[in-house]
Nanobody
Framework: QVQLVESGGGLVQAGGSLRLSCAAS????????RGWYRQAPGKQRELVAT???????TYADSVKGRFAVSRDNGKNTVYLQMNSLKPEDTAVYYC????????????WGQGTQVTVSS
């Protein structure tokens, strides 16, 4: 059974930083693409960032230059460093693993709340 467990969310003031972690356990290789999504109240879930097994990354335009995704394959963990946070970054953040295609992923975490106060 595969589990993705996010951590690191919380309440932060605008301009602050948070680092999210997503630890994978169970029968899942560290060598696959991982993603970070977020969903704000009343909005659709949106892709924030992805990282391949080789370390290639993509970012949503709204977070480029402020967020950075990284991974530690030895720990089977992916991170999302979020800097210069804005109130509009407030959302539940989810990690995903093993991309099937488009927005379809095989595994999802339970989510962690990030709240940015103005």
């Amino acid at each position: 059974q595969v589990q993705l467990v996010e951590s690191g969310g919380g309440l932060v003031q605008a301009g602050g930083s948070l680092r999210l972690s997503c630890a994978a356990s169970g029968s899942i290789s560290s060598g696959n693409t991982r993603g970070w999504y977020r969903q704000a109240p009343g909005k659709q879930r949106e892709l924030v960032a992805t990282i391949t097994s080789g370390g290639s990354t993509t970012y949503a335009d709204s977070v480029k230059g402020r967020f950075a995704v990284s991974r530690d394959n030895g720990k089977n963990t992916v991170y999302l460093q979020m800097n210069s946070l804005k109130p509009e970054d407030t959302a539940v953040y989810y990690c995903a693993a093993v991309r099937i295609g488009g927005s379809r992923w095989r595994y999802w975490g339970q989510g962690t709340q990030v709240t940015v106060s103005s």
